[in-house]
């Protein structure tokens, strides 16, 4: 298998979706509804699905432009020289005057499980004016990275028009929404699912290697051409119709899982912009994620390239 990030000529990736602040609080587990517990400790750090992926792949060193939003207010400008420091591009973040920008509040156990809610703020207001933006980077792209914490509108027409450039579309599908139209599977090439979003999205639970691949036949049948179901800790299913496997999860100890889901997309579109095999793409994904569930915070958990070589060349 191939391992160094630099060995490699990268394309251009780029990411459509949310800009985020996570507030972040650790507590010996979760709570329950109705529930006070006396947490750990609190720390802020730069997150939201979208941003968390830009900065996946611009650290293991692919050139990564970002589309999409913040506020003018709390925390906006934070964010944007945040992710210019992690070495993604910006020109096509617009900052909102009359807005916050989008805010999740994170809960940690010691078990590394968390519970998040997300506030959009100005990842609520993407729309075809950002689409537009999009559509210019399209010429020099390898891979577009989706996911539903901006209107789903925007998602639809950032599919199609990645679609019609002959672009690769990667979905993540979180959170899962009750408005997924089903046209949008038909322009996703590859499809990223968790066990509770590949649930939501089939309607049967989805928990082991076996449940896995009946995920994936019905997301196949639906018009994707690759599933990729993520079972945490288990490992992870792939298939398109012209083959399956799995991959074992590398053994860690898990500190926070808030963004492995993130840096496992942003491994496989480091993979997918390197020219890899689907099974090496999938494996750089899951590397990827192992890394960042061994470390706390959103964007502070992703690797560099050197981390991520390493850590390849070790378990391989």
Known sequence: MKGACENHIFMTVIVFGSINIDLVATAPRLPVAGETLLGHEF?????GKGANQAVA??????????VGRVGAHSFGVELVNGLQAAGVRTENVSIEASANSGVAII???????????????????????????LSNLLPRAKALLLQFEV?????????????????????DPAPVQSDVPESIYSLVDIITPNEVEARQLVGFPVDSEESAAKAA?????????????????????????????FI??????????TAAGDAFNGGLAAGIAAELSLRECVTWGAAAGAIAATRSGAQPSLPDKYMF????????
């Open 57 to 66: 792949i611009a650290r293991l060193g692919v050139t990564t432009y970002i």
């Open 43 to 47: 720390f802020k750090a730069p997150g």
């Open 107 to 133: 809960t940690v156990d010691e078990a590394g499980e968390n519970q998040i809610v997300v506030i959009p703020g100005a990842n609520g207001l993407v729309d075809n004016e950002d689409v537009e933006r």
């Open 309 to 316: 070589d390493a850590f390849l060349k070790e378990r391989s």
């Open 151 to 171: 209107p789903m509108p925007a998602v639809v027409a950032a599919a199609k028009a990645a679609h019609n450039a002959g672009v690769k579309v990667i979905l």
């Open 217 to 245: 036949i019905v997301l196949l049948q639906r018009g994707v051409k690759c599933a990729i179901i993520k079972l945490g800790a288990k490992g992870v299913y792939c298939a398109t119709k012209e083959e399956n496997f």
């Open 248 to 257: 074992p999860a590398f053994p860690i100890q898990a500190v926070d899982t």
